[in-house]
């Protein structure tokens, strides 16, 4: 029983601190707006209907602001982050789960795609990444390589998609951002950004696309570049979607997809695998803006 307009404020006020440059002044009252939170979202007649073990999923169907909220960083009465106990992920609908495609592939073969051929965090993120999951299983496109055709015809049969460039999505139309992947790589196309509703028109069926350093403003209180965004993903094959909400220090996020993608090789599903790699993150650093960024929207497995 809590107001749209404080929920607004409280979450708005997250993602700010979430993006700022002083995390010790903000750490504090951060911990204050998610303890709330987690008691105003998840009052005791909610909480008696919740698995009590961490075996069985928890699937959140947001709305609104709530898009942009860090599920997995509320903190309950005992001063416990929620995915210290519960498994979660999120859907921006039933439907979306109903519809779902079954798995695309049981092998973890990847795609890394980025236009961006200058070498820097992108490469490394892959180069970490490669290095877990195995050189023969990861196909690379950088630069011109990573024109949106490219892509849609190298992503076919591969298990997971994964672009590591820096994506901020419009509150206002998500589907007008632009993305970090050129146009047709014929002519004078190949020089030309696509935007996200280019990439949400193409076939590109996988069990993960995964955008490892998007962010959203604080001002989108009505969630639509998390909603919108996701939900495009959905509409082109995308089984899970894997997203952040603020850009994460370059280091906590690599450690943290790389832990990621170890589970994954071990056999263990999405949700459970940003599960593990989300509690060995925070068991080094529990300032949530350190490790809880991504949001995972999909069946979780």
């Given amino acids: ?8 404020s409280q979450v708005s006020a997250l993602l700010v601190s979430a993006g700022g440059a002083n995390a010790a002044n903000s750490s504090e009252a951060d911990r204050v707006t998610l303890k709330a939170l987690y008691s105003e979202l998840l009052p005791k007649a909610v909480r008696q209907f919740m698995p009590n073990t961490a075996e069985q999923m ?14 997995a960083a509320l903190i309950d009465e005992q001063g416990k982050f929620f995915v210290e106990n519960h498994l979660l992920t999120m859907t921006s609908s039933m439907s979306v789960l109903m519809d779902s495609q ?3 592939a049981q092998d973890l073969s990847m795609l890394f795609a980025n236009s961006n051929s200058t070498g820097g965090g992108e490469q490394s993120e892959a180069s970490q990444i490669t290095n877990v999951v195995g050189s023969d299983r990861v196909t690379t496109l950088y630069g011109k390589d990573a024109a949106i055709d490219h892509v849609e015809e190298q992503a ?20 007008r951002s632009v993305l ?3 146009g047709d790589s014929s002519g004078e196309a190949a020089a030309k950004k696509v935007t996200a509703g280019t990439f949400c028109g193409t076939s590109m069926p996988s069990d ?12 989108d209180v009505r969630g639509n570049g998390v909603k919108i965004f996701s939900r495009g993903l959905n509409y082109a094959g995308a089984r899970n979607v894997l997203m952040s ?42 300032s949530p803006r350190n490790w809880a960024a991504f949001q995972l929207l999909g069946p979780g497995n």
Avoid at 58 to 71: A, R
């Fill in 180 to 182: 970090p992947i050129l």
């Fill in 102 to 104: 079954p798995r695309i």
């Fill in 245 to 286: 909400l603020w850009a994460q220090p370059d280091t906590d996020r690599m450690d943290e997809l790389v832990n990621f993608y170890k589970s994954k090789q071990a056999g263990l599903g999405p949700a459970q695998s940003l599960r593990k790699a989300q509690l060995s993150a925070l068991s080094r650093d529990r």
């Fill in 58 to 71: 928890i699937v959140i169907v947001p709305d609104g602001p709530l898009y942009n909220l860090p599920f």
């Fill in 208 to 219: 993960l696309i995964v955008w490892s350093a998007s962010s959203v403003s604080s001002k």
């Fill in 156 to 175: 076919k049969g591969k298990a997971v998609v994964h672009f590591p460039a820096r994506l901020q999505l419009i509150e206002s139309n998500p589907l």
């Fill in 1 to 8: 029983n809590v107001d749209r307009a404080r929920l607004k």
